[in-house]
């Protein structure tokens, strides 16, 4: 099985998986024991992670708050921010395209009475900077918008955006967990005031992340996981040592990689399309080519049935046009304008440290041999000189 | 979600093809559109009350693929008088179709009843020559 689903999760890293090793069971403490050597050598471990997760970010570690993942980040991020806001700024800005943990926090908010603001994106994927500015009002408490989308790979202007939404003193959010390791990130040139990250995208371990808490912003944050007083009282809970050391190995790691791996992998992904539109009739891209991550190619397949492409697929582990959880379109190809059929009709292609180009090519192969089967057995080819396939 | 009957079927499909329309032997059916998301063509070739080859071509969900494949198979080696008797009812037994799903097997047999149809209309109007 060749993995092409590196969005979903990535496979942890041998120097990561050595990192964490020893934090199981022999160096076990509580990095909240202040009293004894166990303790420290836990607590050391966990501010040594903070430098190296700031460091991929261009933050202080000071404004590093480890979390159990992404979700729980992006929650603390909106969810907090609301919690803090005054009474006059009851507004949430994003966009279609986010992540469900950040749309579903807005959606909880808006059933208590706030406004939430979702804007479109264009057939490219990228939101247009003169709505957020319209959008933005001095009412406005948060704009969360992601950094590099999970499904097509599209990197959003969050810097332009963060400039129109400070201008009116909202917080920005990005939610930069397709991002953080695959390009070069810096808070402060984004200038963002809150960013979630996750280990498991970035050949790290499951269940921890951190969102980036800039100085200043912790003021208009509250904890939503309260008890301990951890993470300087804005997450509280027994620290994930291990978990937290694998994070920091995995930035560390990424930072050493990036600037490598990102040609190396976007020059696989490029072959991959290569291939595909070569040898396949009414392949699209979705979204636009660029700016996209490295690593993300995500194609639609005119005159397939999109359950009956996937579950023919045998050999590649890609991801559909489906959302989650059902047979439903996803809800980032939608916003892109594409219709049910031609949305579910799609696959996303995550590649990674561990993707080769035989491997390019032998899942290329696949998918072409897959969909050529498909359209052969269409009835709309069943007459010569009859049109291909089925309706897009 | 689906069976093994459903999956070998669509990864491995047998009898997709087509069968000369125009022939004597050949009965062909269609059932259900490409707007609609699912569409079955099955053809037979009947001699001496046998269907001595069928086959399909299918456009839809995986469901509605093995359907079609199946009932091909099933068509194959069967009398035309047995064949009348297939029933949506056995496609969905057979391929342990999910609820949402038991319409494609409506399509297949369709598409098999009316390739029986004009196979026996066929076979009349040469009796008549």
Sequence with gaps: MIYLDHHATTPVDPRVMKAMLPFFSEKFGNPSSRTHRPGWDASDA???????????????????????????ANNLAIAGVAAAAPADRRHIVTVATEHKAVLDPCRALEAQGWQVTVLPVAATGLVDLAAVEQAVTPGTALVSVMLANNEIGIVQPVAEIARLAHAHGAIVHTDAVQALGKLPIEVSSLDVDLASFSAHKLYGPKGVGALYVKRGADKRLRAQVRGGGQERGLRGGTLNVPGIVGLGAACEVAAQDMAVEMLRVSALRDRLWQLLRDEVDGVAINGAPAPRLAGNLNVSFDGIDGEALLLAITDVAVSSGAACTSAEPSHVLTALGLGTRRALASLRFGLGRGTTAAEIEDAARHIIAVVSQLRAQSPARAHAGATAGGPA | MYSDAVLERVRDPKRVGVLPEDSPEVGTGQAGTLDAGTMARIQIRVKDGRIVEARF?????????????????????????????????????????????????????????????????????????
């Design chain 1, 46 to 72: 966990v501010e040594r992670a903070r430098k190296q997760v700031a460091a991929l970010i261009g933050a202080s570690a000071r404004e590093v708050v480890f979390t159990s993942g992404a979700t729980e």
């Design chain 2, 57 to 129: 071509k299918v456009f839809g969900c995986s469901a509605a693929i093995a359907a079609a494949c199946l009932m091909a198979e099933w068509l194959e080696g069967a009398t035309v008088t047995q064949s009348r008797a297939f029933t949506p009812g056995q496609v969905v037994d057979a391929l342990g179709l999910p609820e949402e799903r038991v319409h494609v097997a409506n399509v297949a047999v369709d598409a098999a009843r009316q390739a029986l149809d004009e196979a026996t209309r066929k076979a009349g109007t040469g009796r008549q020559r």
